[in-house]
C-alpha cells in the first residue's frame, strides 16, 4: 500500500513556467524524497529533505515540508522541456525502504 | 556505466510459467532493494537485503515471490507460477547502506508481461 498521495495526478505547463506539485503522507517520517521517473523506467533521486528541515533547495527545485501536515510540495522553477516526466514523493522507514506516492505526471510544452 | 543494471530489459511469458529476473547493483553497495510498479498498485516495495543480515521479505506479495542475493552482489527474484497480475515493471535499486534517508540508485527495470 501507498504512504500517501499526490496531487495533481497530472500537471500540464508551458515552458518557463513553474510547475508545482504536493505530496501528503499518514505516518511519521524520518526524512522525505522527491523522485523523478522518465518513459516509466528507472527512478532518479532529486532531493530529500529531513523530518527537521522545513525547506531545501536544488538548482531549480524548491522543497518544502510540513510535518504538522503531514506533507510536502515540490516546485520546479523555469520548467524547460526536458522536465517532462513523473515525480514521486517516497518516506523512508525503517532499513530505508521507501514508500511512494502515486506520482505527478508532468509534461513541458514547448 | 556503473550503474545499477538489470536484465532482462522486456519479459513475455505464459501464464503459469516461472521468471527470473536479475539485477546487478553498484559495486560496494551493501543494501539492494526491489521495487515493483503496476498500474493498479502504484511503486511498491517488495524486499530488501542488506549484507549478510536476513532480508526484510515484508512487501512480497505472495509465496509465489523469492529473491535471493548470492555474495553479497547480484540479486535475483524469482516469480513462480506466474500470473497475469503480476504483469508490472519490476524495478531494483541499491544503496551504499541502509541508512535512512539514503539515497537509492534505481536500475532501468525489467518490464514483465504475463499472457
Known amino acids: 500500500s501507498q504512504q500517501g498521495e499526490e496531487d495533481p495526478q497530472a500537471l500540464s505547463i508551458q515552458e518557463g513556467e513553474n510547475a508545482t506539485m504536493n505530496c501528503s503522507y499518514k505516518?511519521?517520517?524520518?526524512?522525505l524524497q522527491w523522485y523523478r521517473q522518465n518513459s516509466g523506467r528507472g527512478l532518479v533521486h532529486l532531493i530529500l529533505?529531513?523530518?527537521?528541515?522545513r525547506e531545501k533547495h536544488s538548482g531549480r527545485l524548491r522543497v518544502t515540508l510540513d510535518t504538522s501536515k503531514k506533507s510536502s510540495s515540490l516546485l520546479i522553477t523555469a520548467s524547460r522541456a526536458a522536465d517532462t516526466a513523473s515525480y514521486f514523493c517516497a518516506t523512508g522507514v525503517a532499513g530505508n525502504k521507501l514508500t511512494f506516492g502515486g506520482g505527478t505526471r508532468v509534461l513541458v510544452k514547448p | 556505466g556503473a550503474g545499477v543494471s538489470q536484465s532482462p530489459s522486456n519479459k513475455v511469458t505464459e501464464k503459469g510459467k516461472d521468471v527470473e529476473l536479475r539485477c546487478d547493483p553498484i559495486?560496494?553497495?551493501?543494501?539492494l532493494y526491489w521495487y515493483r510498479q503496476s498500474l493498479g498498485q502504484g511503486l511498491e516495495f517488495l524486499i530488501y537485503?542488506?549484507?549478510?543480515?536476513?532480508?526484510?521479505k515484508s512487501g512480497l506479495p505472495s509465496d509465489r515471490f523469492s529473491a535471493e542475493r548470492t555474495g553479497g552482489s547480484v540479486s535475483t527474484l524469482t516469480i513462480q507460477r506466474t500470473q497475469q497480475e503480476d504483469s508490472a515493471v519490476y524495478l531494483c535499486a541499491s544503496s551504499p547502506t541502509p541508512t535512512s534517508g539514503e539515497t537509492q540508485y534505481f536500475g532501468p527495470g525489467t518490464r514483465l508481461l504475463v499472457l
Open positions: 537485503f542488506q549484507g549478510n543480515s536476513a532480508p526484510d
Open positions: 505516518t511519521s517520517i524520518n526524512n
Open positions: 529533505i529531513r523530518s527537521n528541515e
Open positions: 559495486s560496494g553497495h551493501t543494501a
